[in-house]
């Protein structure tokens, strides 16, 4: 449990009371995967606090053919095949695609040996999935949770303005500060994939709670972790332990450390258990126009600028807690 300093309390009050069991949170993951964005999708359905509505799938860490396809082998892999997934933005709405197979490997979900999908990817095009819903569901009962580039969502805002008040809160895993980037010296993936539509999202007003590197970083999927997913005997289990296994050889290598860094499942976790994560409210901007710092995510930590504060950022997590929230909940399906 971190120590949660007075700051820190406002926390309490994001996520959703303890005690009597609160109505099941109405969520739509977008999302490239990507081995720790399955992961995150695992959770997220074997979870009974959230109500999945839909998976949009984005050009992020592999082409869109593949993370869509992906998001349906997980869905089958999680044994929910009625999970609804949805295809949208085929690259950034500026830059050209950057993928990022030297980590997920070809397929984007390299590791285990996953059946092609049989369940059928939705006709509806994402952009105008998550419009649709954001304006048919009651106004401010709705969290997105973008878990890569988040190309689809500011399309979504450009489509139809009026979705930014009707969004409970975007739940997003990018950008990255104090552990400064992991694609650039200065940037994170996710953000430096469409800076673009970072800075749309930035700048929407829809309340932010944002995971950047500087606590996922912190969520080490160490030798021992692996192995609880895979002594759950289970084909999730297992599966999970040789994604992971892939995916962290890649971070090993470049920082010497024992397991990789879990960054998407942050976002789910925070829904579930917020008390596992702390940090502050803080002004968020992103450079568009630097080569040198495209993607940047400049946080203003220290309120020195008195620009407004429009995201709440993660610095810390109960790494211990995460993960055992995580096999818990795994070890459900
Ligand atoms: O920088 C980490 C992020 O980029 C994660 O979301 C990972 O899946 C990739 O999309
Ligand atoms: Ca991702």
């Not at 997934?85 to 695609?97: N, S």
């Not at 650039?184 to 309340?207: M, Q």
Request: glycine fraction near 8%.
């Amino acid at each position: 449990m971190v120590r949660a300093a007075p700051e820190f309390k406002a926390f309490e009050k994001l996520g959703e009371s303890r005690g009597i069991m609160a109505a099941k949170r109405k969520i739509i993951i977008d999302t490239d995967p990507g081995q720790d964005d399955a992961v995150a999708i695992l959770l997220a359905l074997a979870s009974p606090e959230l109500d999945v509505l839909g998976i949009t799938a984005v050009a992020g860490n592999v082409p869109l053919k593949l993370t869509e396809k992906n998001a349906r082998k997980i869905c089958e892999l999680a044994g929910k095949p009625e999970v609804k997934v949805y295809a949208g933005a085929i690259r950034p709405l500026v830059r050209a695609l950057v993928t990022a197979e030297e980590v997920h490997g070809q397929t984007g979900l390299n590791g285990p040996d996953l059946p092609e999908p049989k369940m059928k990817l939705q006709e509806q095009y994402a952009v105008d999935y998550i419009v649709e819903t954001l304006m048919a569901e009651e106004s401010g009962t709705v969290t997105l949770c973008p878990l890569g580039p988040l190309t689809n969502i500011a399309l979504a805002l450009i489509r139809e303005p009026r979705i930014a008040r009707r969004i409970k809160r975007i739940v997003l895993m990018g950008g990255g500060f104090f552990e400064g980037g992991n694609v650039t010296p200065a940037a994170e993936f996710n953000i430096y994939v469409d800076p673009h539509a970072a800075e749309i999202v930035l700048k929407s007003g829809v309340p932010i709670v944002m995971m950047p590197l500087d606590v996922t970083h912190k969520a080490l999927t160490k030798a021992t972790r692996v192995d609880a997913f895979r002594k759950l005997g289970t084909k999730v289990g297992v599966a999970t332990a040789e994604m992971l296994e892939f995916f962290e050889r890649f971070d090993e290598a470049k920082y010497g450390s024992d397991g990789g860094p879990l960054h998407d499942p942050c976002v789910i976790a925070w829904l579930i258990r917020p008390e596992l994560f702390s940090g502050r409210e803080c002004n968020v901007a992103v450079e568009t126009a630097s080569e040198l710092t495209m993607g940047m995510t400049v946080v203003d930590w220290w309120s020195v600028t008195g620009r407004p504060k429009n995201a709440t950022v993660m610095r810390e997590i109960d790494h211990d807690g995460f993960f055992a929230l995580l096999v818990e909940r795994l070890g459900r399906l």
